[in-house]
């Protein structure tokens, strides 16, 4: 494969991020890969390509120790990269170069791959200049925010511990995370590597005595390092009975600051500063020690926790989720919580015997053999294959619309579009959104969602026409889809939660309904276990109807339907609420016995003003074809047809105003 690292820091620098690049690229162009590296240089105008390493310019920034800030917009530089002809870029920051990488990947149609190696959220300090807790809090939430967002950009993603993992976690990024520990060519930290001779002309250079213990520190010298914890603890270190030396390695923006802290502690004579050193002398420092030293909680794996490790050191650390497994107290090591802790460690180390001291070495050495750079290698090419299988696989969300309970997305892939619609669950938990990019195992996965999403909705459109049995939609279900069982069982389960099928609302319905047709007790209990209904529900149902007698039923029903029948006669009402209850069933002499106790008071009173009303609409009818004696008995006609009694009728037609023939 030809693959880009970007990166915003690179050799000459040395720092864990760079041990890792280079590890990384030592063991991809062993097993016959192109390597190339993006990266840049304090430069503000000069771009240079030379051993297949792109440096573009930036901006030094003193204060983060050799972090160049670059813009993330190198249109010349793209067409360099596009000369590279590239299977895969991997992305080693966030931020400037990892801004451009993702957009070169973009622009190149490449699958990106992304590690996490620095925990931002622990450097805000570099720009919270004036120690504002609020601005302190906006700053971490920007980093949350961000990281998610070019997290989430990526085809696959690489955390370096499963600390840093859940963070990202907890950052809202949704896709696979794959912890993959860097690796370190073990073999550079063999102590036979280095000779007796070169540890000697080491201990002698900085004035260590052959009785001192030498303690060591290899890293960046920054706040966030907690040196100055490291600092105060050699200092309760009892001089006189465990002499001892502490060895700084590295540079960085706090060196200033911590040697004048040095001085104030009177401890210039045992505290060395060796300054910046190359990555090929780094192991003979870590073989001229005697125990490895660090306070920092900012680690996202501890690459120099590892080298110490490797190099038969114990390591002395505060206790944090990145070491777990990796420092074990009395084994590897020893865990400290206070300056003075870290000095009652070293001077009980310092009193063991000479073969448990030796024990320790040894299984310090044993414990780091998972990150032989063998191993990284193989972990790291299994995420690139799957990034490469996924990339040409994917498929785009380009756009969205909510739909009821539901969410129709469309995807765009290499050849063709395809629309599906999920759950509004499902989008949510995929972290689905505009211009993600998913494979084509989730867009599976979306598929099948999609079609119990139509299902669902299947559902919900028989139950609105009338309320259904579980056993019911069940059959409807197994009959008329092609969902497994399971998913089947599941769908049935949300529309019991969300009300839609409850079989206990269904029975005293039914129950109600089938009285109300005067089906008897056999019969209602045999129609509604075919329904699936169990029997014991059946039978609570009926022993819990209030309806007495087929005469009370019969009135509610009644007096229910009567105000629906207007503008009629009293005789006529009664009439058509007769023919109302015949046809719902009930026999005559139920009709009989609900006719004699409906209210008709309000009818009876009412009856002339309904008859004044019907009288006047029928002279409108009549009266263009027809006048006096002719029309008058038209209309009586017609009112005694509508069950108006006579004498009434009489009694309206003479208040009418008639014109003789």
């Known amino acids: ?24 690229q030592r063991e991809l162009e062993k097993n016959g890969h192109d390597v190339f590296v993006v990266t840049t240089h304090p430069s503000l105008l000069h771009t240079s390509y030379e051993n297949n390493v792109l440096r573009l310019p930036g901006v030094e920034l003193k204060s983060l120790y050799g972090y160049v800030l670059t813009s993330p917009i190198h249109i010349a530089a793209l067409n360099t990269i596009r000369d590279m002809k590239l299977d895969l870029i991997h992305a080693h920051t966030e931020f400037g170069i990892g801004i451009f990488a993702r957009i070169v990947a973009k622009m190149l149609k490449l699958p990106l791959v992304s590690t996490y190696h620095t925990t ?39 955390s370096p511990s499963q600390k840093t993992k859940e963070m990202l976690i907890r950052y809202g990024i ?29 201990r002698t250079q900085y004035g260590i005595k052959p009785e001192e213990l030498s303690i060591l520190y290899v890293g960046r010298i920054a706040k966030e390092k907690s040196i100055d914890v490291v600092i105060e603890g050699f200092s309760h270190i009892d001089a006189a009975k465990y002499p001892a030396k502490l060895m700084i390695v590295g540079a960085g923006p706090e060196e200033e600051h911590l040697k004048d802290y040095v001085g104030r502690l009177g401890l210039g004579d045992k505290v060395i500063f060796t300054g910046k050193k190359t990555s090929s002398e780094i192991p003979s420092y870590y073989h001229s020690a005697d125990v490895f030293v660090s306070a920092s909680l900012t680690e996202t794996q501890g690459m120099t926790f590892i080298e110490a490790l ?37 001077e009980e180390y310092i009193e063991k015997p000479q073969e448990v001291k030796d024990a320790v070495r040894l299984k310090s050495k044993a414990h780091v053999a998972e990150y032989d750079s063998r191993v990284f290698y193989q972990s790291i090419m299994k995420v690139y294959y799957a990034a490469v299988s996924h ?24 050849e063709d579009n395809l629309k599906v619609t999920v759950s509004i669950e499902t989008f949510l938990k995929k972290g689905l959104r505009r211009d993600k990019v998913i494979s084509e195992e989730t867009l599976q996965e979306l598929m099948l969602d999609e079609k119990v999403v139509k299902a669902y909705q299947a559902c919900i459109r028989k139950l609105t026409l009338r309320d259904r049995t579980r056993k019911e939609m069940y059959d409807y279900l197994t ?38 047709l005067l089906q008897g007790r056999k019969k209602i209990v045999r129609s509604l276990m075919q329904k699936g209904i169990p029997y014991e529900m059946i039978e609570k149902a009926l022993t819990e109807d209030i309806t007495d007698d087929e005469v009370n039923l019969a009135q509610r029903w009644a007096e229910k ?16 609420m007769r023919q109302k209850l015949h046809a719902q069933g009930f026999e005559s002499s139920i ?50 047809s509508q069950g108006y009694q006579a004498e009434d009728i009489y009694l309206v037609l003479n208040e009418m105003e008639w014109k003789d023939d």
């Open 391 to 414: 990339y040409h696989n994917s498929y785009t969300l380009v756009n969205v619309h909510a739909k009821n309970d539901a969410v129709e997305c469309l995807f765009t892939g290499k």
């Open 310 to 346: 490797a190099s038969e050191l114990p390591v002395f650390a505060r206790p944090d989720d990145v070491l777990n497994g990796l420092v074990i107290e009395g084994e590897t090591g020893c865990y400290f919580n206070s300056p003075a802790e870290f000095a009652q460690k070293i």
């Open 174 to 202: 949704k896709k696979d995370i794959y912890v993959i520990p860097t690796g370190l060519d073990l073999e550079k930290f063999d102590r036979v590597q280095t000779s007796k001779e070169k540890i000697d002309q080491i």
């Open 1 to 24: 494969m030809r693959i880009a690292l970007f990166a915003d820091t690179y050799l000459p620098d040395i720092n864990g991020v760079v041990s890792s690049i280079i590890t990384l």
């Open 591 to 640: 009709s009989d016995l609900v006719m004699q106790r409906l209210n008709f008071a309000d009818d009876e009173r009412q009856e002339l003003d309904r008859l004044r009303k019907t009288a006047a609409k029928a002279r409108k009818r009549y009266e263009t074809k027809s006048t006096g004696s002719k029309l008058r008995n038209q209309i009586y006609r017609y009112l005694g």
């Open 120 to 158: 931002y959220e622990d450097y805000t300090h570099y720009v919270n200049i004036f120690n504002l807790k609020s601005f302190e809090r906006v700053a971490r939430k920007t980093v949350s925010r961000l990281s998610k967002m070019y997290g989430s950009s990526c085809t696959e993603m690489i």
């Open 479 to 516: 009959q008329e889809t092609e969902l497994p069982i399971k998913q089947i069982n599941d769908l049935i389960e949300v529309m019991e939660q969300r009300g839609y099928i409850d079989d206990l609302r269904y029975v005293n319905s039914a129950v109600m309904n089938l009285r109300t």
């Open 561 to 576: 339907t009567l105000p629906s029948i207007k503008d009629k006669s009293l005789r006529l009402k009664k009439q058509l």
